[in-house]
Structures are given as C-alpha cells and as structure tokens.
C-alpha cells in the first residue's frame, strides 16, 4: 500500500472517529424526549433507509450471504449496533462524563488483545507506545489536567453497563473484520444496522408511549438525524473500511480522537471551557496515533520501493 492510500485512510478514520465524538452532543439532547433504546432504534431505522439504496447502487456483485454469514451479520448487528448503543445512551444519562470517556477511551485497549488473540494481528512496539501515549492525552482531556481523580472513583452498578458498552464495540470491531474479508465496508455496514435495527425495536415499543411522540422537540428530531446521516451510515463505512484496509488493532487507536472533538463541540455548541489541560491531551493523542500509524506506514513504502529498484 503506498503512502498517498495510506494517508487517505488515516483521514477517513480521523473523520469517522472525530464525527462520533457529535453523538454525545446530539445523544444529550435526543435522550431530553425518548429512552436509550428509543433513540438508537430511531437512529439506525434512519440509517437503514439510506444505506440500503446507497448499497444497492454502489454494489454491483454482492456475494450471497450463506447461514454463518447471516449469524456473522446479526452479531455485529446485536453487539455494535443494539447493546452498545442502549449501554451508550444509558451511561450518557445516569454515568459521570469523565467515567464514560474513561471507559471508552480504553476501547482500543481491547479490541488489539482481542485482534491479536483471534485474528492473529501483530502487535508492533509503535502501537503499544503509541497507545499509552493516546490514553495519557485522552487522560489529561477527560479529568481537565488532574488526573488523581481516577483514584476516588468508586465502583457503581453503571459500571457494569459501562463495561457492556466496551465488550459489545470491541467484538463490533473484530468481528467486523472477519465479514470484511468477504464483503465490502457498505454491505456489512447495511446489514449489520439492518439487525440491529431489528433487535432495538421490541426495546422501543416497550419503553416508548405515543405521547412521547408527541411531545418531543424538533431538536432531539435534529439530533437523531445527525446521528443517522453523519455519526452512523457516513462514519460506519469509513470506519470500517479503514479496518479492511489497515486492521482492527491498528484503526482501533483513532477511537481516541471521539473525546477530542467531543470537548471542543461541547466547547462550540454548549459553552463549555476548552482548556490548557485539553490542548495538551490533544498534543498527545495526536502523539500516540503518529507513533502507531506513521512510522509503519513510512517503513512499509520504504520497503515496497526497495523492492521495486532491487
């Protein structure tokens, strides 16, 4: 792969990772009107009628799913899409802000053990350093510069949907990667919100009331949009065209830019301070996914044009 395709798809996983951080935001303000698994199932119904005309016109050749593709398919539909985004919305309304990006910011964390335990992925020393610097800049945005707060938090039963909500993306992540090696980022992008989308619905019917309907805001309507266009189909299919592309560990580490690009929307559209303490975590981060994606990427084309002159 040579460098210009490299960088391509370093960006495309910095759009798609940078545009999740938005659903906090608009999760915020969509949670005011309906439950958790309301809006998920209202965000991936959206999804859903834009992606599977979106796949029907780009791809030409899908290969027949068989039954193992099918089950493959309603996995990354129950844990990336279903229960990842009910625990999601759940810790967004009842977990502490800083909890919460804790945990997900060690998402990465998981998803490279679990990338080299059943994929085989290899793990370089670029990647583990490059990793710690990221959860030490991440570190510095969630706590504001003071990081002894990590040592007061005390366990609380949210953890446990917290650490749901890490387990479901991390298997999203991999399992992901084993159907990509069969279909392209659209089609398992599509059939995967299709599933989940299923999955969200008796959880919607449950919990949602007509007045609910009713009474809630063109604003959380917005904020389901955005989640459905940007956050979810354009996003998704990025992110996982990068994992075709580069591998799940190593598109794993840009979920470290979702924390980021939440602070400074929150700057923006809430008014909240963005602070020295951020800057530097930022400074880290981008520090950490260097050292994990550049230097291989430099190394590999130095190779390939070895070869070629050889």
């Not at 398919?73 to 309304?93: D, E, M, P, V």
């Not at 059943?118 to 003071?146: D, P």
């Not at 159907?179 to 989308?197: D, E, M, N, P, Q």
């Not at 609910?212 to 989640?227: E, F, K, P, Q, R």
Request: hydrophobic share 55%.
């Amino acid at each position: 792969m040579n460098n210009k395709k490299m960088w391509l798809i370093y960006l495309m996983l910095f759009l798609a990772t940078s545009t999740w951080g938005s659903a906090f935001i608009a999760g915020k303000i969509a949670i005011q009107s309906f439950e958790a698994a309301t809006v998920a199932f209202f965000r991936f119904l959206g999804a859903v009628i834009l992606l599977f005309p979106l796949m029907w016109y780009k791809e030409r050749n899908i290969p027949k799913p068989t039954l193992k593709d099918w089950f493959l398919f309603a996995l990354l539909g129950l844990t990336g899409i279903c229960f990842y985004n009910i625990f999601f919305f759940l810790a967004s309304k009842h977990a502490p802000v800083i909890k919460s990006s804790l945990f997900i910011a060690s998402n990465p964390v998981l998803i490279i053990i679990l990338s080299a335990l059943f994929l085989k992925e290899k793990i370089s020393k670029n990647q583990v350093v490059g990793l710690i610097f990221a959860l030490l800049g991440v570190s510095f945005i969630i706590t504001n510069g003071n990081l002894s707060i990590f040592l007061t938090m005390a366990f609380e039963p949210i953890d446990l949907i917290l650490i749901g909500a890490l387990i479901c993306w991390a298997l999203y992540s991999v399992i992901g990667r084993v159907v990509l090696r069969k279909y392209s980022s659209i089609v398992s992008t599509t059939y995967a919100v299709c599933f989940g989308t299923l999955f969200l619905l008796p959880f919607a019917l449950y919990e949602t009331t007509v007045s609910d309907l009713t009474n809630s805001t063109i604003d959380a309507w917005v904020a389901i949009g955005h989640m459905s266009v940007f956050v979810t189909v354009i996003s998704f299919i990025m992110y996982y065209y990068g994992i075709q592309q580069i591998g799940a560990a190593r598109a794993s580490i840009f979920i470290n830019f979702m924390p980021i690009s939440a602070v400074i929307m929150a700057n923006v559209f809430l008014n909240e301070q963005l602070t020295i303490p951020h800057l530097i975590g930022a400074f880290f981060v981008l520090t950490g996914v260097t050292l994990s994606t550049y230097k291989k990427g430099w190394k590999s084309s130095k190779n390939e044009k070895k070869q070629r002159t050889a």
